[in-house]
């Protein structure tokens, strides 16, 4: 319900916000009270908004239609994630900007926001204000984290987490896929790679993330985060 009087803040305070007449952007939230509030406030701040949807696959047969400039996506969508459809848009050599909604403070999704290279986060609970500033800086060409997160200090404490920026694209797909394949041989034929391949990547990653070098530390880690 917050979002709703934000909504009505920001056709009191902000319509004559000039420099968000020129931003486009699609939305897709499964909650409608959430997807109509944030839809009529930034359209109240002249945002376009070039469409909205409630499921996953509606999102998805969207974004790899049209390619909007900027999605804000609820995480858990249903039938398909967030996340789902970011990296079947990336396969297809979608560029479209992901902004991804989360409705808690996990250190999971934190964990996924590293990963996936999310352009911004927003958390369910921020002020509206919080949100525009967000999509501004995303549309500069920045990266956006919610300050929810940021107030989180246990979680930018964990070493390990801080350091996932620091792996190459490869050794990020490979530690998105160790949570639910766990082998380096079931790995190895999904990314069509060796499994000495894999195995290289897999202590490149224990290093990089200052992991314990103990057996299974990786796998651990991956599948608690």
């Known amino acids: ?64 239609e049209e390619r909007p400039s900027i999605a804000i996506i609820e995480a858990n969508m249903p039938v398909l994630s967030a996340f789902d459809i ?7 050599g979608v560029t479209t900007k992901f902004i991804i909604v989360f ?14 290279q999310l352009s911004g986060t927003i958390y369910t609970g921020d002020s509206f204000e919080s949100i525009v500033g967000c999509i501004q800086k ?20 964990d070493v390990p987490l801080k350091n996932v920026h620091l792996l190459s694209e490869t050794q990020i797909n490979i530690l998105s896929l160790i949570a639910p394949y766990k082998t380096s041989a079931a ?28 057996t299974n530390s990786l796998t651990k880690w991956a599948m608690k985060n």
Request: net charge positive; glycine share 4%.
């Open 1 to 64: 319900m917050r979002i709703l009087f934000l909504y009505l803040f920001s056709y009191l305070a902000g319509t004559n916000n000039q420099d968000m007449k020129k931003i486009k952007l699609y939305l897709a939230h499964s909650q409608e009270v959430f997807l109509f509030g944030l839809h009529q406030g930034l359209a109240n701040l002249n945002c376009q908004i070039v469409a909205s949807h409630k499921t996953g696959i509606d999102a998805l047969n969207y974004i790899l």
């Open 86 to 92: 970011m990296k079947t848009a990336s396969d297809k």
């Open 103 to 116: 409705s808690n403070l996990q250190e999971e999704h934190l964990v996924l926001s590293r990963i996936w």
């Open 138 to 157: 995303v549309v500069e060409g920045k990266k956006c984290v919610s300050d929810s997160f940021l107030t989180k200090q246990e979680i930018f404490d």
């Open 187 to 214: 790995i190895a034929k999904v990314l069509n790679l060796s499994e000495r391949t894999i195995e290289k990547h897999r202590s490149n990653i224990i290093n990089k993330l200052k992991l314990p070098k103990k």
